[in-house]
């Protein structure tokens, strides 16, 4: 059974900066990783993905503005968010699935998620 407790959401200024951590236990680093975000009302979507090889895929939305990273040794997820706009405001989810050898072929496929962590910039 995976488990995944997000931490490190809050409100910020547009333009602003946030880092959110995610550690996992009870999986195999050969997961798919990943970041979901929902807004109440409207479905839950995919932010990026990292596969075990550390290759990484985003949303158009993020690109360029988000980083996601793991730290397979410490069974920590990271999604540094720079350049925050309004349009970001949502409830952050660590996610993650199994695949062979640990490739993410999508940014919103996962089997298991957090309970999530709220993200709000103010408009």
């Known amino acids: 059974q995976v488990q995944l407790v997000e931490s490190g959401g809050g409100s910020v200024e547009a333009g602003g900066s946030l880092r959110l951590s995610c550690t996992a236990s009870?999986?195999?680093?050969?997961?798919?990783l990943g970041w979901l975000r929902q807004v109440p009302g409207k479905e839950r979507e995919g932010v990026a993905s990292i596969s075990r090889d550390g290759n990484a895929k985003y949303a158009d939305s993020v690109k360029g503005r988000f980083t996601i990273s793991r730290d397979n040794a410490r069974n920590t997820l990271y999604l540094l968010m720079d350049s925050l706009k309004p349009e970001d405001t949502a409830m952050y989810y660590c996610?993650?699935?199994?695949?062979?050898?640990?490739?993410?072929?999508?940014?919103?496929?996962?089997?298991?998620w957090g309970q999530g962590t709220q993200v709000t910039v103010p408009s």
């Open positions: 996610a993650a699935t199994y695949t062979p050898s640990g490739v993410c072929y999508g940014i919103d496929e996962f089997n298991y």
């Open positions: 009870g999986y195999s680093n050969r997961a798919c």
